[in-house]
């Protein structure tokens, strides 16, 4: 069996390294003309990061992100609403991860071309079209510099990992439309900083109408690290606004972003001057789109973002597509016939991630801020007179059990 994969971003490269772990093979198509380290920081829960230790990546992961110990939730004012352990401090058998996200997507590459040989991934073709037959799918793919060259290649099954704006999905749902967007924007990224606290803390302030995110993605060196930072905020009302277009490489001048960054405040971190010392400033509407009623058509289904873009909220959306490569390539070895596999992967996968999605839009773990300053919109003398611990106890470790990276009690 051969499996066509469309899409070289961490979902699809995770599956070709599922699939040859298990003696199946793949081809990645990727329409960038080249696989570089784009975007700023992301996490990577346990359960995922089980997944990629499984395929012999946890030495290089610690090479180049960093092991998160510990969340903060903060309001706007930087006043503390709820803390945890993370990863394996908080009693998982993985840890979690907060690295950049092309070092990880790289990592994978990487890892594909040494396995599976440097014609594993094609470079700077866009799916353009399939046709589907008895035996398996014809994909036709268009290069994307010159516009007019082509190349077809065949396949038992075709899976599209091609992002939010996937052609697989549009081929199948062409009245979808654009992705849903509430108007917020959110502006990333990153500079080497002076080690706050320990290193290995993030923070989070504020709830959805206006949210900061703070998180080293390096290891520190000579008392420096690479700080990670994200400001989320509304900015237009998104029934007569159109969101602006959705880029790894469209840069903002800092002096959009400053106004709202001041809005934030996290003890003992000078957030304003983190943000002046990012060397660029990336700007991305905050969008996803309404869980679909199937992802699988014949031999062709979809995967990651092209299957289930969320809002990243609760460091689930690197997580969730490294669970679906897992999943795929279990039932493609384990059917009879490549369809059953798709169809038992649909089957799991699909109500998993159309509740993480839901979920997401409502704030996921970090709705518990939103209750908070919703309760107390300035400051608070005691949390406990705002919301009990135990009722932010069950925001928080809710979502972790709906989302599949609960911690499992000892004792």
């Known amino acids: 069996m051969t499996v066509l994969i469309a899409g070289a971003g961490i979902g699809g490269l995770t599956t070709a390294l599922m699939l040859h772990a298990r003696g199946i093979r793949c081809q990645v198509v990727e329409q960038a003309p080249e696989v570089r380290e784009v975007g700023v920081g992301i996490n990577t829960l346990p359960h995922s990061i089980a997944e990629l230790a499984e395929l012999g990546l946890l030495e290089r992961l610690d090479g180049v992100g960093l092991r998160t110990r510990e ?35 790289k990592l994978l590459y990487d890892a594909v071309i040494e396995r599976m040989g440097p014609g594993a991934v094609a470079t700077g ?116 606004s159109p969101p602006p277009p959705e880029s790894w490489s469209k840069q903002a001048p800092l002096s959009r972003v400053l106004p709202h960054a001041r809005r934030f405040t996290v003890p003992g971190f000078d957030v304003e001057a983190l943000v002046r010392a990012s060397g660029a400033i990336f700007e991305y509407p905050m969008a ?65 991630t159309a509740e993480v999605v839901r979920t997401n839009r409502k704030g996921g773990p970090e709705r518990v801020i939103d209750e908070v300053e919703r309760i107390s919109p300035r400051r608070f003398d005691n949390i406990e007179d705002v919301l009990s611990h135990a009722d932010r106890k069950a925001i928080v470790e809710g979502y972790a059990k709906m989302a599949g990276f609960a911690a499992k009690k000892t004792g």
């Open 71 to 105: 969340l903060r939730y903060l309001t706007r004012n930087g006043q503390e609403v709820w803390r945890e352990l993370r990863g394996m401090h908080a009693g998982h058998k993985h840890p979690q991860f907060s690295i950049h996200r092309g070092r990880l997507q």
């Open 125 to 240: 073709l866009k799916l353009s079209g399939f046709v589907q037959d008895e035996a398996g799918v014809t994909a036709h793919f268009t290069d994307v510099l010159d516009g007019l060259s082509s190349r077809t290649l065949r396949a038992e099954v075709l899976v599209c990992a091609d992002g939010i704006h996937s052609m697989g999905r549009r081929r199948f749902y062409p009245n979808e439309g654009p992705p849903s967007w509430q108007g917020v924007v959110m502006w990333r990224g990153a500079a080497e900083w002076p080690v706050w606290e320990d290193g290995e803390t993030m923070a989070i302030a504020g709830g959805l109408g206006g949210k900061l995110v703070l998180y080293p993605i390096a290891p520190a060196k000579d008392g420096r690290q690479l700080m990670n930072w994200v400001v989320n905020v509304r900015v237009a009302d998104a029934s007569v």
């Open 288 to 352: 996803d789109r309404d869980p679909l009623p199937r992802w699988t058509h014949g031999r062709v289904t979809l995967l990651g973002d092209a299957a289930h873009p969320m809002y990243p909220v609760g460091s689930n959306g690197a997580a969730q597509a490294i669970l679906d490569a897992r999943c795929l390539a279990d039932h493609m070895v384990r059917a009879e016939h490549p369809r059953e596999a798709l169809y038992r992967y649909e089957l799991e996968r699909l109500p998993k």
